[in-house]
């Protein structure tokens, strides 16, 4: 078993990453975006139907998770810190801002490079850098969270 | 069919996620702590993530259709605005704090950790925040959606 975080498991990870994102768009003609399809569950103007397929995904990502707790069980540590002060506040600055800017990790990361729109380009490059700068900032700034 | 394709595709999602490394805060903080002992693996992530869907891509819209709906789906717009902007910005910034985007975040809750449900529950709070402050723009994304079911 390779170590899971390790080069080739990022590399094998992430190419798994990469076909559910492709077979989204050739079986569902829809792009993978993760806070869009969950946004998109809870929004008020979002049709029943609509709901029930959003939520069929987000499910099979909790028992997708299931499954990589049994195997992989150093794969799920938990959050960062405890401090749930934080957490709070990286989860409202995550939500919020993945839906103003349109997309995360996997809509304008993994699906948007792969079409390289110009948005999706633009956002991840600069969330990479606010990622960058945040984590420079905590770790040799203020010399590390609590 | 499709609500079957969705449940499934979402598994296959979150196994790719555990395994690359993207499940693991204190990777990802590693990963992003460039000025710091950078941890480079992550990047093999999306650099992985792209090229299968760089070429799936251009395989998938190549057909007359999807396979279980009647177009695709694909957003359109090019242009730059300071939404996407300072939407990226929270967003990283968000990301940097805690080592969790949405999809690891929602993967990650089957960890059972109470600080992982603190995290989830304010990004869902956060979505709803900004349809609070910002009313939503995509009337044509929903018309979009509604039309090929």
Known sequence: MIEPGSIPAALVGGAVIGLAAALMLAVNGRILGVSGIAAGMIAAGTSGSERLLRGAFLLGMLVGGLAIGRVIPQALPGALTSNHGVLALAGLAVGFGTRLGGGCTSGHGVCGMARLSPRSLVATGVFMAAGFATVFVIRHVLGGLS | ?149
Request: proline share 6%; aromatic share 12%; with cysteine.
């Open chain 2, 1 to 149: 069919m499709r609500l079957v394709s969705f449940f499934a595709l979402g598994a296959l999602f979150a196994i790719g996620l555990g395994i690359s490394g993207m499940t693991q805060p204190a990777k990802v903080v590693g990963f992003l702590d460039l000025f710091g002992a950078w941890d480079p693996a992550l990047m093999f992530v999306m650099g992985g993530a792209v090229m299968v869907n760089f070429v799936g891509y251009r395989l998938a819209v190549g057909r007359p259709h999807p396979l279980l709906a009647a177009r695709f789906d694909v957003p359109t717009r090019r242009d730059i605005d300071w939404q996407l902007l300072l939407g990226a910005t929270l967003f990283g910034a968000g990301w940097g704090l805690a080592g969790f985007c949405p999809g690891p975040a929602l993967v990650a809750l089957a960890s059972g950790s109470v600080d992982v449900m603190v995290f989830v529950g304010a990004m869902f709070a956060g979505f709803v925040l900004k349809d609070l402050v910002i009313k939503p723009a995509a009337p044509k994304l929903q018309a979009g959606l509604a039309a090929s079911r």
